[in-house]
T-cell receptor, first 117, second 109 residues
Framework: GAGVSQSPRYKVAKRGQDVALRCDPISGHVSLFWYQQALGQGPEFLTYFQNEAQLDKSGLPSDRFFAERPEGSVSTLKIQRTQQEDSAVYLC???????????????FGQGTRLTVV | DAKTTQPPSMDCAEGRAANLPCNHSTISGNEYVYWYRQIHSQGPQYIIHGLKNNETNEMASLIITEDRKSSTLILPHATLRDTAVYYCIPAISYDKVIFGPGTSLSVIP
């Protein structure tokens, strides 16, 4: 596909369960971002990758949140021991075709809606 | 990161121009002004960006004041599909974009 793809679109987890959310960025995009969006709020930055390097993880709310992008393409956001406050839409975005790191737009996926019960 | 102020909500009649203001008085000289929108249940969508000069594309026009402390996004002929939350985001480059609460635009038939 031409756009950013996220899976699953919806996930219901029991409190305490571990979850893994997948993001397939646009092919060739160097930068990849994860955001968390609570109901009625704007997206909140979680973490940023440039290729396989995680350059900024300052937005991750706790050590239960972990993100990886081992081969510089697909990324996974993992949440361990989910809590009710983790319920949100998790958005992935990619940007920067190779060789063009600045002054570019970001393309967002549809997001994964996580509900912790 | 520059802080922005946008009205929380606005209405616009269908077919009329929608003018969405944004104050970014602390913007630094090398920060662009990006505009994104988010239609209900979708991911944010890029609209336009600019540095100093006014910009226009197929979606919208962006007017930036000479002192760069504010800007206005103009949707020239709003349609019902333009109902969304609009975010004004100063950024040097897309390495860490901070979304504010944005403006919820309702286009009225």
């Amino acid at each position: 596909g031409a756009g950013v793809s996220q899976s699953p679109r919806y996930k219901v987890a029991k409190r305490g369960q571990d979850v893994a959310l997948r993001c397939d960025p646009i092919s060739g995009h160097v930068s990849l971002f994860w955001y968390q969006q609570a109901l009625g709020q704007g997206p909140e930055f979680l973490t940023y990758f440039q290729n396989e390097a995680q350059l900024d993880k300052s937005g991750l709310p706790s050590d239960r949140f972990f993100a990886e992008r081992p081969e510089g393409s697909v990324s996974t956001l993992k949440i361990q021991r989910t809590q009710q406050e983790d319920s949100a839409v998790y958005l992935c975005a990619s940007s920067s075709p190779l060789g063009q790191l600045k002054n570019t737009e970001a393309f967002f996926g549809q997001g994964t809606r996580l509900t912790v019960v | 990161d520059a802080k922005t102020t946008q009205p929380p909500s606005m209405d616009c009649a269908e077919g009329r121009a929608a003018n969405l203001p944004c104050n970014h008085s602390t913007i630094s000289g090398n920060e662009y002004v990006y505009w994104y929108r988010q239609i209900h249940s979708q991911g944010p969508q890029y609209i336009i960006h600019g540095l100093k000069n006014n910009e226009t594309n197929e979606m919208a026009s962006l007017i930036i004041t000479e002192d760069r402390k504010s800007s206005t996004l103009i949707l020239p002929h709003a349609t019902l599909r333009d109902t969304a939350v609009y975010y004004c985001i100063p950024a040097i480059s897309y390495d860490k974009v901070i979304f504010g609460p944005g403006t919820s635009l309702s286009v009225i038939p």
